[in-house]
Structure formats: structure tokens, C-alpha cells
């Protein structure tokens, strides 16, 4: 574990804390139960150790209990009325076991969900020998949320026929829509019949449960374990997490992008499993189809003729289907954002980590240049600090466009995630000469204020940056900081993600004495908050910005107010700095760009796609009937074909790369293709395009300008 721990380290959105807590080890005998050890040593962790502790008490006992049950039934087909009525005693009493080390609620719930799997084995396989009627009038409800559970199991029997086939349904609907394609391009070709397609819907159906049965027989104790143990520790905030000692290399190695696969992040919320980040320059960030908010419904390999469901499938085992070696093909089937089903098919590689470093390009404009730099994550090598860094390759960048000439910079933190602490302190020190850059706020109420360290500055001229919903934790320092100063016009969303919290891995077993229970694990923990220099929290409401624009995310709950158990908003003391008077006409400046915004025709469409997105995703009553379903659908493409328009948008503004890319181009022609494809995109980007509108506007304070102290090169 020890030689692990500076990976996980590496793998927190910011800079962590160590646990600063002392206590007496915890002893051990041979007739300790280690799930019961481990259930005094996280809760003492927790109590001791996060930044907020919340109290166990009946209140705290009643949120494990719904967020648990929810957790391992969360389409309520298992468990029944009869069986929540024998857990209804344990739903005040948790927090009496947590505090006594004991697992009744536990053992309870994990006996009675072994009983319940192995019924259900018997429904699936018994409903899906008999042909599905799609010509019948019902329908089927996905908000489980407020679906009861079932009285008895004839009536659990009924839940499971009606979701099976509205899995079938979808199955035999893609089918037919295959046949058709088929037809299409062969007119000799003789498409199956209906009653072949019904029949091949529900085999493919019934092979996707064999396999998740077959996957929960593996489970063994210790994994539904975990789950108990993580519906504890997140009731303290969604970013505290328990990890399994078999669940650390998994960690390590998903943090290190370095797997071959697909070059995307996953995250299992109820029984789905979701995109929550694509990662740049990898396979799905190629192929332009994939992205954040997307649910993986199937995955069918290469060289099979049948998908397989992920629904209900954990999490581990959904990313070994989906991984896998370079230069293989995997076909995902992708219930988009909008709401539309469509199959993408994506040729494994290994996620290139040059692409999540910094880049920039020239942008000229009416015979001015500027230059703009996107950065996909503040990275920082915690083993060596002269390694290759966030921090420094933006100075390298800056240095490179001023050579250019550039008149003003655009520093693009769209989709940016976070990174290190370190790394963004020293970003913001290029564009301001001193002052602090954010406050951090240990449990103990301590306050530390990380200044910028280096009087000089690299840039001083007009400065933009685009942020928008998935900007979080250090782009948002970094944002906030720039706007605190009045350095810089923030562009985007309503707000930023909002996560304004530290973590840190904490080992267990450096609490463990003369024990010979095996690994504990770890425990990833809430340990400090950051505050703007200004004394509000980054947490919940995230950067403001200046203008507000509307995008694709506007009206979807992807933000940190949007998860359970988030900490609170509240705000410090401000800091002591000094707003930057290096501009004159900030706020006309601001003010115009709304103005020109609110009259952008490109603009007012991302805001109808929007909202018709909201619109798709809140449906939640479908149709079991083939052709009333086959209706919602190309009603549904229909709408959708209205904001292809979106795509074919253009800009007046040139894109190039810089000399020093150029000269790498002669050799290097995969990166000449990459920064083409770019440079295409950039063209067709109208938050660029204000971005660029803005620095025109931004006027330089030239007095202010002359009087400047050290200005590096």
C-alpha cells in the first residue's frame, strides 16, 4: 500500500491534505470480524478526520437506509413489501450499529437479497420463453424513484414482464431498423421476418441477463460489503469514498489514463452506467460521438453477433467489457444526452496523455492576432517538480504567442476538471504581479492563503477565459481568481460545477495494530474547502460568469448542487489584494458582450436544443406498443434534426499553429491531423468567437501599462 499511496495522491482533482488526527491504534484479536473493525475504523476516521463531520444519529440512520436499499434495488425488483417491513426496525438504528461496530442491518439485508436474486432467476428465464405481443396498448413508467415495491412476488413477476419487454422492444426495434438499412443497400436481400426479429429480441435480452446473474454469482460478500459501507461514508458528501483493498489498483490505473480502451471515464448512478468525462486525444474523443452525460446501455464486441446489457451490471465489470487492446473494435449502444438511441462503433487505442496537455494556436482576426490556449486539466508530477507541468508549459505557450505578437489571450477551461493546486496558483501568478490566489479552509477553521510568489508578469495584456458546467474544482480557482481581480471576462454557463472541496487518501491500515485481518483498504476523505480571495465558496455556486451564455448543458443536473449530500455554501473572510487597473472600459466591455449575445441567432438554437434536450430526458412513460414506440422515437429524430444547423455554424477567424508545432508537423503527421481537426472545430466555435469580440473591446489601461514593475520573458 505504502508504495501506491503517491498514485492515489495523484489522482485527486486538487492538491490533497494528510490526515493530521492522531489516535490509538486499534487492536485486534483472533476473534475480531473485520467487517466489523472496519466499521469502527471509518467511522472513527470519518468523525475524526472529515471536514464537516456529520452526526450519527436516527437522522443520519434514515438516509443510509433509503440511499443503501436504493443502491443494490434500485428498479425495485427484488426486494418486497414484506421485506421492507422487516427492515422497517433497523432504519433508526443504524447509527446505534455504526457506533457499537456491529453489521445486523448488514447481514439482514445482504441474506435477503441473496433469497430474493436467486427467485428472480426463475422469472426472467420463464417470461422470455413466450413471444412478446408488440401490437398490445401498455406501457411501462422508468421514474422508480416512485414506483412502491411490490406486494408479493406474483405481482414482482408482472414488474419484471413488463421491464423485460420493454428490453426487448428496444432490442427488436434496432433490429428491425438493421433490416431496413440492409434492404437499403441490397435490393435482392430478404429481410427476417418479424416473428425471427421478436425471437432474436428476446434471446438477446435473455443472454444479457444470463450474463448479470452470472456476474452477481462472482460477487462474493466482501463486494455488497463495500456498498454498505460506501452508502455510510457518502451520507458525509458525495466526494468521500471507500476503497476496497482489490479496488486500489483499479483506482490507480483509472487515474493514470494510461489502459488501452475506449479513452473515456465511467460512473454507475441507480443501475446505469454514464460518461462523465472523455478524455482528450483518446478514441472517443476522436471519433466526436461520444460525450459527457451519455448512457452505455449495450456493448457488443468484435467478433460477436450479440450485445451485451449493462443495465444493473456493476461498474468493474462494465468497463472490462468495455475496454480492451488497441486496434480492436468495440460497438457501444448510447442512449445520447438528447434522449435519441444510436449505436457508435470505436477502435480502441491508448489514451495518448500528450493530448491532455496544454496547447494553443494563433487566432488572427481583421489583420490582429491572438493567441488561445486550451488546458483539459491543471497537471502537476508530484514526484518531480521539473517535470513537465501545467504551470509551466502555459508559460511556454504565452512565451511562444507573444513572439507572435498576440494582442490578447484566451484561455479555454471548458470541460477541465481540475488538477493540481500548485499548478494553478502558479498559472494565475503569470497574469497578475502579487496578491493572493485562493484561501483554504481546514476543519479546524484554519485559513490558508496560497499567494501568487513571483512579482513579475508574464502576460499584462486583455485576457478572456471560457469556462462552462464541467469547469470544476482548480479551473474554477483559477476563474474566480481572474475575476476577483477584474483581470480577466469569464465566459460561459451560468455557473461552474461547483466543487469547492480537497480530498485526500487516507491508508487504514496505518491504524491497524498487530492486526493479521489482511488489507483494510483506504479511505478517499473530505479534508479542506476552498474560498475566492474575495471570501466566497467556489462550493455549489461555482464562477458566475460575466456573460452568460447558453450551451448544451444548460438545463442539465451535472453540477455539484445537483448530487446527494453536497457541504454547504458559506464564505470567509476576504483576503487583502488589490483589483487590477490595467483596463479601462471593463464593465462597458462586459455589457456589450451581452448585448451581442442576446442578439446571436447561433446562440438562441443552443438554447432551443437545450431545452428540448431537458425536455427528452425528463419522458419518462414509454410506450410498449411497437408502433406507438417506433412513433416517440422518429418524433424524437425528427425534433433533433432541426439543431444539425448547430454543426455547420462558421466563423470569419483563421486558426494556425504555432512555428515551433509546425516545424514538428514534417515528422510528426498524427499530430498535424490533430491540430487540424482542431483548428476545424475552433472554426465552428461561436464562444471563441465572442471570446476574440471581447479582447477587441478589452482597452488597455496604457498609463497603468507603463508604470507596470518587471514584465518576463
Known amino acids: 500500500m505504502k508504495r501506491n499511496y503517491k498514485i492515489f495522491l495523484l489522482g485527486l482533482l486538487l492538491a490533497v491534505a494528510s490526515c493530521s488526527f492522531t489516535t490509538n491504534k486499534i487492536e485486534t484479536d483472533g476473534d475480531s470480524d473485520k467487517d466489523e473493525v472496519l466499521i469502527e475504523l471509518i467511522s472513527f476516521v470519518l468523525t475524526q478526520g472529515h471536514y464537516s463531520p456529520k452526526d450519527i444519529n436516527d437522522e443520519f440512520s434514515q438516509e443510509v437506509y433509503k440511499d443503501y436499499l436504493n443502491g443494490i434495488d434500485p428498479r425495485k425488483r427484488y426486494f418486497l413489501k414484506s421485506d421492507l417491513k422487516d427492515f422497517e426496525s433497523s432504519k433508526n438504528k443504524i447509527d446505534d450499529e455504526i457506533l457499537a461496530h456491529k453489521i445486523d442491518f448488514f447481514n439482514l439485508t445482504y441474506n435477503r437479497l441473496q433469497e430474493r436474486l436467486e427467485d428472480t432467476k426463475d422469472f426472467y428465464a420463464e417470461l422470455l420463453e413466450k413471444p412478446f405481443d408488440f401490437s398490445e396498448k401498455e406501457s411501462i413508467n422508468t421514474n422508480y424513484d416512485d414506483l412502491e415495491y411490490a406486494s408479493n412476488k406474483k405481482e414482482l413477476k408482472e414488474r419484471w414482464r413488463t421491464q423485460l419487454k420493454f428490453s426487448a422492444l428496444s432490442t427488436f426495434y434496432d433490429l428491425k431498423e438493421q433490416e431496413d438499412k440492409k434492404v437499403e443497400d441490397d435490393e435482392s436481400y430478404q429481410p427476417k421476418s418479424d416473428k425471427e426479429l421478436e425471437k432474436e429480441a428476446r434471446e438477446t435480452t435473455k443472454q444479457s441477463l444470463d450474463e448479470f446473474y452470472s456476474l452477481n454469482d462472482d460477487l462474493e460478500r466482501k463486494d455488497w460489503f463495500s456498498l454498505y459501507i460506501n452508502a455510510i461514508v457518502e451520507e458525509f458528501d458525495p466526494h468521500t469514498f471507500y476503497f476496497a483493498p482489490e479496488d486500489k489498483e483499479r483506482f490507480d490505473i483509472q487515474m493514470s489514463g494510461s489502459l488501452e480502451g475506449i479513452g473515456a471515464r465511467l460512473q454507475k448512478r441507480m443501475d446505469e452506467i454514464k460518461i462523465v468525462d472523455v478524455i482528450s486525444g483518446g478514441p472517443a474523443w476522436r471519433g466526436e460521438e461520444l460525450e459527457v452525460g451519455d448512457i452505455i446501455q449495450k456493448v457488443k464486441q468484435e467478433d460477436e453477433e450479440e450485445s451485451v446489457s449493462l443495465i444493473g451490471m456493476p461498474l468493474d465489470d462494465a468497463v472490462s467489457l468495455i475496454k480492451g487492446p488497441k486496434g480492436t473494435k468495440v460497438v457501444l449502444t448510447v442512449k445520447k444526452v438528447s434522449g435519441s438511441i444510436e449505436d457508435i462503433e470505436i477502435i480502441r487505442d491508448v489514451v495518448e496523455i500528450e493530448e491532455t496537455y496544454a496547447k494553443s494556436s494563433m487566432v488572427e482576426k481583421e489583420g490582429k492576432n491572438y493567441g488561445l490556449i486550451n488546458l483539459p486539466k491543471f497537471y502537476f508530477d508530484m514526484e518531480n517538480r521539473k517535470n513537465r507541468n501545467a504551470a509551466s508549459d502555459i508559460e511556454k505557450e504565452i512565451i511562444a504567442l507573444k513572439k507572435e505578437n498576440m494582442d490578447g489571450l484566451v484561455i479555454d477551461l471548458r470541460n477541465n476538471g481540475g488538477g493540481s493546486l500548485s499548478a494553478v496558483v502558479d498559472i494565475a501568478g503569470l497574469f497578475i504581479k502579487e496578491g493572493p490566489i485562493v484561501q483554504v479552509r481546514s476543519g479546524d477553521n484554519k485559513v490558508e492563503v496560497l499567494p501568487d510568489t513571483d512579482d513579475s508578469i508574464l502576460w499584462d495584456g486583455p485576457l478572456v477565459i471560457l469556462v462552462n458546467e464541467l469547469s470544476a474544482s482548480a479551473s474554477e ?3 474566480a481568481a481572474m475575476q476577483d481581480y477584474k483581470r480577466a471576462i469569464i465566459i460561459g454557463g451560468k455557473q461552474t460545477y461547483g466543487k469547492g472541496t480537497v480530498q485526500g487518501v487516507v491508508d487504514l491500515n496505518r491504524w491497524m495494530r498487530n492486526s493479521d485481518l489482511g488489507d483494510m483498504g483506504a479511505l478517499k476523505i473530505t479534508r479542506q474547502k476552498f474560498y475566492r480571495v474575495n471570501g466566497g465558496s467556489t462550493q455549489l455556486e461555482g464562477v458566475k460568469s460575466d456573460v452568460v451564455v447558453p450551451d448544451r448543458y444548460s438545463y442539465i443536473d451535472l453540477g455539484e448542487k445537483d448530487m446527494d449530500n453536497p457541504l454547504p455554501w458559506d464564505q470567509i473572510d476576504s483576503a487583502d489584494y488589490e483589483i487590477w487597473d490595467g483596463y479601462i472600459g471593463f464593465e462597458e466591455t462586459i455589457e ?3 448585448k451581442r449575445m442576446a442578439k446571436n441567432e447561433q446562440l438562441k438554437l443552443i438554447d432551443e436544443s437545450a431545452q428540448w434536450i431537458k425536455e427528452q430526458r425528463g419522458v419518462e412513460t414509454f410506450s410498449l406498443n411497437y408502433e406507438e414506440y417506433k412513433s416517440q422515437i422518429e418524433e424524437s429524430e425528427k425534433k433533433a434534426e ?17 512555428p515551433y508545432e509546425v516545424e514538428l508537423f514534417k515528422t510528426d503527421t498524427t499530430l498535424a491531423e490533430k491540430r487540424t481537426r482542431w483548428h476545424e472545430n475552433l472554426s465552428k466555435d461561436v464562444y471563441v468567437e465572442e471570446a476574440i469580440h471581447v479582447l477587441e ?16 520573458d
Do not use: C, E
Not at 454543426?647 to 470569419?652: A, F, I, R
Open 592 to 594: 456589450s458582450s451581452k
Open 477 to 479: 480557482i483559477l476563474a
Open 642 to 658: 432541426r439543431f444539425d444547423v448547430i454543426n455547420d455554424y462558421n466563423s470569419d477567424l483563421t486558426f494556425t499553429s504555432l
Open 697 to 712: 473591446d478589452l482597452k488597455l489601461n496604457n498609463i497603468k501599462k507603463s508604470k507596470m514593475a518587471t514584465i518576463k
